[in-house]
């Protein structure tokens, strides 16, 4: 059997993904407003006291879609794309599968009820997220455009591989959707304060937080982009040297 035509032999650098999540007023919007060229998706309606450019305010899924859609058509000139945030993101989602309208009516929808019942709306939901959204953001970061998830605080229990059950600090993301969304990212960042009151990221698990990297940091960061993105550049490696014929070589081919 004929394997594919394509297949990559080294690492290389590519736009990074992940997730920036912490308590309110921490500066989850501001770290997004500071990112290369950014655009903040605002699903909240808390963006408006960052100076940048972002979006109207999306509130329904719809509304959210066709900028998603846009965005990974490419040619709009930015660098990040930050969605703030991305549990009211899901949340609006839900809201979208579940039915949910300004209505009497539609106010009483629940995914329980929706799509037949017996829980369909969960699976629904599912397939939203693993068929469009991730891999519309993926489209994203392969035209070379980051993409940032903020995201609230929440308590989650974590079960080690080893068995053991510790609840920690976490985005606050669908329970049914926070493994997938951890999962995709190449980072997630628990934002913090130190001993000394001084904004900070963290970027490895801990005993308290859930975080990880694909980079190899292993220390809290300022909780700039800009620190994040010089230790994602030096970690990454140097791109193979393409190997030219010397002249002996040229002879004794």
């Not at 290389?12 to 290369?36: C, E, N, Q, S, V």
Request: charged share 20%; proline share 6%.
């Amino acid at each position: 059997m004929t394997l594919p035509s394509e297949i990559l032999t080294f690492a290389h650098m590519r736009a990074p993904k992940g997730i920036l999540y912490g308590p309110p007023g921490i500066g989850k919007t501001t770290f997004g407003a500071g990112a290369d060229k950014p655009l903040i998706v605002d699903c909240e309606n808390g963006a408006a006291h960052v100076t940048c450019d972002r979006t109207p305010y999306l509130s329904n899924w719809p509304a959210i879609r066709q900028w998603l859609d846009a965005l990974a058509g490419g040619g709009h000139g930015y660098g990040t794309v930050v969605i703030d945030s991305v549990d009211w993101l899901l949340r609006r989602l839900e809201e979208f599968v579940s039915g949910v309208k300004d209505s009497e009516h539609g106010m009483s929808q629940t995914m329980n009820r929706s799509h037949g019942g017996y829980g369909n709306g969960k699976q629904v939901l599912k397939n939203y997220v693993y068929q469009y959204l991730l891999p519309t953001l993926d489209r994203i970061v392969n035209s070379g455009v980051a993409v940032v998830l903020l995201a609230h605080a929440t308590r989650h229990e974590v079960t080690s591989i080893d068995g053991a059950t510790a609840e920690k600090s976490a985005p606050d993301i669908h329970p049914d959707l926070v493994h997938v969304m951890i999962e995709w990212s190449d980072f997630v960042a628990a934002g913090r304060k130190d001993a000394h009151n001084v904004r900070e990221m963290v970027l490895n698990e801990t005993g308290q937080q859930l975080a990880k990297n694909r980079y190899g940091i292993d220390t809290a960061l300022p909780m700039h982009w800009g620190a994040l993105y010089a230790e994602i550049v030096r970690s990454h490696p140097a791109a193979p040297a393409i190997a030219t014929p010397t002249e002996g070589d040229s002879n004794n081919a």
